[in-house]
């Protein structure tokens, strides 16, 4: 398998961060996105016309969709498949969701053009949305978007949301979303890419000398 | 000794990538300015019309609002041998000055460069050496040891890794660095910050690496890599401005060359981007 | 002055996890160490102005996210990374607010405040909702007089607990119920949402 890639895409992070989970491995290649704009030359659209990135080829099978790339990434683990209309309904959404987010991402960190009130309102509807349907979760005991266990809608959703600050907008008012994004980064194989940090509250202290705090005060 | 910030150079688009007309809009200083490739060449402007003084110098195009001089030399960049590296400007919600102190920083490497350019538990900084070389009206820091789990796109494993660091320019700074496929010589990686109001930068970093085997791509991603975990810092620290006057923050040993870096930008009356008293 | 602020409701911080709040006290870091215990702070590490709600804990310790500085429940900074063998001075501390978990939600007042928040009794935490609109305006049209009330809302079968937020110039409502089951909690989410949408339209409407 091959991974035509841009470090700082989100769409690209998801398929790494799919394939990271399973503990598959693929090829990268590089894809100058920003400054070359390498998708759009002609080398890069014998790849894929659309001259879009994330690229995933495996033998004879080209996928340019992440919903279908992690289709393909889970065909052998079908736990990540889920259950029900609602992981379908949310791999959807992840494309409204890097449209809004994604581009406010893209016109504030890159310069990319674009309406940035318009494309934050959008994505503060999309995550006041996604706020409410985890809140539901949570009342009936579940920690991901559609169950108990992760699927491929919450990789699809989580780079966007998580990378939503980048676009200047801010995660604060969003309690049930917090407690997802840190359940997906704690899932066991877990990668960040640049704009999410390492959980290192998840690693040990490197050394004994600090245990515990003798001092008991709040109030 | 002072040096006024509208007379210095600043890197405003890179020279193999020039806007085609009707050019592309931004901002210096405050100011509206409008980058156009005319027939190649670079064309820089006022949005009322003023054409700018322009300059082509590692990998950039650098324009200023006033009357600049020479701009500080970077003889690496035409030394044989080495890789120029154009990694493309990313827009930060910072102070300029606040992304450079950032780039002079080495404690932060464990906790935001996680097993790239740090790792727990190697967390110490090692005494190093830092002056205000007042002939060159440069802050340098030199002797700076630390280990990197993963240095370099070329590196391979960890390994402690000796740095240079130099600001010649307010909101620009050259770091030299251990090369790994060539010892004995350095790489250079660079920051040159456009500042586009007192909070808000356009950073352009650029390199000059010895490394033959990285497709530029990857080098490209390498770098951006590094620099979009900086990113989020420095949209998060409070004030947005550069704070100047000793006792607005706490600086320890590790933190000398920002500190130099400070007593610098003060003594040459550098305020722009800067926080003067306590808020 | 406020007194008392309902800065979160206790459900929406885990055992060692740090959030940020913006409050009318400032903007805070609010963090639970691995025993439980809560603790606020000015959102700003002393040393370079970073943000502490973006750090870690590790046991009953606060780091930053920046250089990993370290501080216990009480703001003292106890441990600097790059100098492992320094014991930090007294002087380096996150500036630190009172705050204590009460009825469901978490409760920051200035520090040295004497008295103790409001009493909250037979309630349950459910949600907390960011509303577009002052504190002034969402009080008024809840009929709500000071910091905290009970609302009955359509499809919504409890009355439900609502604490105000003053979350500078935009306004938090922490809403609790007495215990229900999830169908019951899901309903009264929804009308939560329907009433958020409901404050924000009105007052739109009413100024065009």
Known sequence: MILYDYI??????????????????????????HPGAEHRGAAFRQVNPAGRIPVLVDGPLTLTEPAAILNHLVADAPEWLGQGPLVQEWLARATHLAASLG??????????????DRLQADGIMWLRILEAALTEARINGHAFLTGPAPTIADIAVFPHVALAPDGGVSLDDYPAIRLWLRAVRSLAGFIEMPGIHRLHDLSPEPNNEIGGDPVVASA | MTRDIVNEWFPVAIAALLPTAP??????????????????????????????????AYGHVWTS???????????????????????????????????????????????????????????????????????????????????????????????????????????????YKTSPPRPGEWDVITLFVQPLTEELCEVWPWMALFDDETSMAELIHFQQMIF???????????????????????????????????RWLKRNGISYGAQLVAA | MPNWVPAALSADLSIATAMPAKTPLGELAIWRGGSGRVSAFHDRCPHRGMRLSHGFVRGEMLSCIYHGWRYDGTGQCRKIPAHPDLVPPAAVRAGRLAC?????????????????????????????????????EVAAALGIDGLMGKVSLPGCKEALTLALLDAQGRTVLHALMPEADAATRIAASRALE????GLETETTEAAQ
């Open chain 3, 100 to 136: 204590v978990e009460q009825g469901g939600l978490i409760w920051v007042a200035a520090e040295g405040t004497e008295t103790a928040p409001p009493e909250v009794g037979g309630v349950l935490p459910l949600r907390s909702i960011a509303v577009e609109r002052p504190i002034a």
């Open chain 1, 8 to 33: 700082l895409s989100p769409e690209c992070y998801t398929a790494r961060l799919m394939a990271a989970l399973l503990g598959k491995r693929f090829e990268q290649v590089a894809v100058d996105f």
């Open chain 3, 194 to 197: 329907a009433l958020r949408r």
């Open chain 1, 103 to 116: 581009g406010a991402r893209a016109h504030e960190m890159l310069g990319q053009p674009g309406d940035l």
């Open chain 2, 65 to 175: 609002l006033g009357e600049p001089g020479e701009i500080f030399p970077l003889p690496e960049a035409t030394q044989p041998g080495r890789r120029l590296v154009d990694v493309g400007s990313v827009r930060v919600k910072c102070s300029p000055l606040r992304a450079v102190e950032n780039f002079l920083d080495i404690a932060h490497f464990p906790f935001v460069h996680t097993d790239i350019l740090g790792s727990e538990p190697h967390t110490e900084v090692y005494r190093y050496e830092v002056q205000i070389r007042d002939e060159i009206d440069e802050v340098w820091a030199t002797k700076v040891r630390f280990y990197q789990p993963q240095a370099a796109k070329s590196a391979e494993g960890g390994t402690e890794i000796e740095y240079m660091y130099r600001v010649p320019h307010p909101t620009c700074s050259v770091l």
């Open chain 2, 23 to 56: 050019g592309r809009e931004t901002l210096l200083l405050g100011q509206a300015i409008r980058i156009t490739g005319v027939d190649g060449a670079p064309v820089v402007e006022t949005l009322d019309g003023r054409k700018l003084p322009v300059k082509i």
């Open chain 2, 228 to 262: 979009m975990q900086d990113r989020s810092i420095l949209e998060n620290q409070l004030p947005r401005k550069l704070p100047l006057d000793p006792g607005m923050e706490t600086p320890t040993r590790a933190d000398m060359t920002s500190i130099a870096y400070r």
